[in-house]
C-alpha cells in the first residue's frame, strides 16, 4: 500500500502562514472523511492537531485548521511560530481492508 | 488523564523472540481501540495494525499481517505487540496509541519503546 504523498518539507518564517498537502486516492483521503494530522518534535511520540479532516482536539491552538478537496487534504498553519518546527504527517482511513495509510511525513522548518 | 504507558527498551538477537507492552489508564480501556505504529530510524510512521480489547477484535495491516502478534489483557489493561523471531530490520521505535473506533485517528500516544535487534 502506497503511502499518502506530502511534500518532503516546507519552510516559513514566523507570523507566515504554510500549507502542507497531502494527497492520496478515492480509496482513502477522497472517499471518507477521515484525515488527521500529527506533528511529532525530535524524539517526542507523535500528537494529534487535527481530525475528521478540520476538526482540532482540545488543546490544539487555532492556528491550526484542517481542510480536503477531492483526494488531497491539507494542513494550514497560520502565524508560524519557532515550537511548530517539526514534522507533520497526514493519516487517512483507506476501506475494511487496508484501514489507514500514512502520508510520508513533511519537516516544517520555522525561518 | 488518559496514559499509555509502554515497556522499556529492548536490545535483541535475530532469530529471537519478544512481546512489548502498552498499559492503558484513565479510560475505560475495554472501550477503545489500540493500535501500533513502526517508525523506524530516520523514517515516517507505519501503521501495523489495531485491536479492540473489549473482544480482542483485531485487523492487521496487510504489509505486517503475518510478521507480527497482536493481543490484549483486557482484566490489567495492556495490549501486547509480539514478534515469534526478530530480523535486524525490526529496530524501530513502536508506539502505541489509543482510537475512538476503527476507522478514526489515534487520540492519545505512547511513550513509544525502542526495539534494536543486533547480532
Known amino acids: 500500500q502506497s503511502a499518502l504523498t506530502q511534500p518532503r518539507s516546507v519552510s516559513g518564517s514566523p507570523g507566515q502562514s504554510v500549507t502542507i498537502s497531502c494527497t492520496g486516492t478515492s480509496s482513502d483521503v477522497g472517499g471518507y472523511n477521515y484525515v488527521s494530522w500529527y506533528q511529532q518534535h525530535p524524539g517526542k511520540a507523535p500528537k494529534l492537531m487535527i481530525y475528521d479532516v478540520s476538526k482540532r482536539p482540545s488543546g490544539v491552538p487555532d492556528r491550526f485548521s484542517g481542510s480536503k478537496s477531492g483526494n488531497t487534504a491539507s494542513l494550514t498553519i497560520s502565524g508560524l511560530q519557532a515550537e511548530d518546527e517539526a514534522d507533520y504527517y497526514c493519516?487517512?482511513?483507506?476501506?475494511?481492508?487496508?484501514?489507514?495509510?500514512f502520508g510520508g511525513g513533511t519537516k516544517l522548518t520555522v525561518l | 488523564e488518559v496514559q499509555l504507558v509502554q515497556s522499556g527498551a529492548e536490545v535483541k538477537k535475530p532469530g529471537e523472540s519478544l512481546k512489548i507492552s502498552c498499559k492503558g489508564s484513565?479510560?475505560?480501556?475495554?472501550?477503545?481501540?489500540i493500535g501500533w505504529v513502526r517508525q523506524m530510524p530516520g523514517k515516517g510512521l507505519e501503521w501495523m495494525g489495531i485491536i479492540y480489547p473489549g473482544d480482542s477484535d483485531t485487523r492487521y495491516s496487510p504489509s505486517f499481517q503475518g510478521q507480527v502478534t497482536i493481543s490484549a489483557d483486557k482484566s490489567i489493561s495492556t495490549a501486547y505487540l509480539q514478534w515469534s523471531s526478530l530480523k535486524a530490520s525490526d529496530t524501530a521505535m513502536y508506539y502505541c496509541?489509543?482510537?475512538?473506533?476503527?476507522?478514526?485517528?489515534?487520540?492519545?500516544w505512547g511513550q513509544g519503546t525502542l526495539v534494536t535487534v543486533s547480532s
Open positions: 484513565g479510560y475505560s480501556f475495554t472501550s477503545y481501540w
Open positions: 496509541a489509543r482510537l475512538p473506533s476503527a476507522m478514526a485517528n489515534f487520540d492519545y
Open positions: 493519516c487517512s482511513y483507506a476501506g475494511s481492508y487496508t484501514f489507514r495509510v
